[in-house]
């Protein structure tokens, strides 16, 4: 149980171009889903919260128009990096809350987002 | 301010060697201690939970033990496949969100 999908699992676009990352819990409805970020021999970074039907919360320091979240369901919420630049390259992971006492939060497989 | 700092930034172990792993948190209101197993290149596995001082889980190779102001991750007897980069992680207060720590790499040589 507890499974979180992401699509794609990689991407390499264009600088200045947009690209969708979605993240979908297949066998759980997910209330809270989270963004985070991860560059190479580092930590999770983590960059917004979002809560189904809601607006994103976005932790300091990140962009909210270049990186929009939408949460549209209980079990999709989806990250579109916009007018992407090099430096918005990294590797970003989605995971998610389904609510209850025990907090665990599941995480997906990764989105690798390169830009040239 | 909430910090969580895990050491050794690497171990490098025998098979069949045991070693434990640390993660001290400076937290207000700890609602919650997370340990992941991440590979390369993968997003992190969930392994325990921990909530309060005392408390002890056990998976496989893996304890998981939690004091008021460390948790410690016991690698029992490695194996070559418990090669993985190891995160902790903490909830506090009210908020779902999660503060991990920068993670303790295990390199277990066969």
């Known amino acids: 149980g507890a499974v979180v999908s992401q699509h794609p699992s990689w991407v390499i676009c264009k600088s200045g171009t947009s690209v969708k990352i979605e993240c979908r819990s297949l066998d759980f409805q997910a209330t809270t889903m989270f963004w985070y970020r991860q560059f190479p021999k580092q930590s999770l970074m983590l960059m917004a919260t979002?809560?189904?039907?809601?607006?994103?919360?976005?932790e300091q320091g990140v962009e909210k128009d270049k990186f929009l979240i939408n949460h549209a369901s209980l079990t999709l919420s989806t990250l579109t990096v916009t007018s992407a630049h090099p430096e918005d390259s990294s590797f970003y992971i989605c995971s998610a809350f389904g609510g209850g006492s025990s907090y665990e939060q599941y995480f997906g497989p990764g989105t690798r987002l390169t830009v040239t | 301010e909430d910090q969580v700092t895990q050491s050794p930034e690497a171990l490098r172990l025998q098979e069949g060697e045991s070693s434990s792993l640390n993660c001290s948190y400076t937290?207000?209101?700890?609602?919650?201690l997370f340990w992941y197993r991440q590979d390369p290149g993968k997003g992190p596995e969930f392994l325990f939970t921990?909530?309060?001082a005392g408390e002890e889980k056990e998976k496989e190779r893996l304890k998981a033990t939690l004091t008021k102001k460390e948790s410690f991750l016991h690698i029992t007897a490695p194996k070559p496949e418990d090669s993985a980069t190891y995160l902790c992680?903490?909830?506090?207060?009210?908020?779902?969100?999660?503060?991990f720590g920068a993670g303790t790499t295990v390199t277990v040589r066969a």
């Open positions: 921990l909530y309060s």
């Open positions: 992680a903490v909830r506090v207060r009210n908020d779902y969100k999660l503060s």
């Open positions: 979002s809560n189904e039907g809601s607006k994103a919360t976005y």
């Open positions: 937290v207000s209101g700890l609602r919650g």
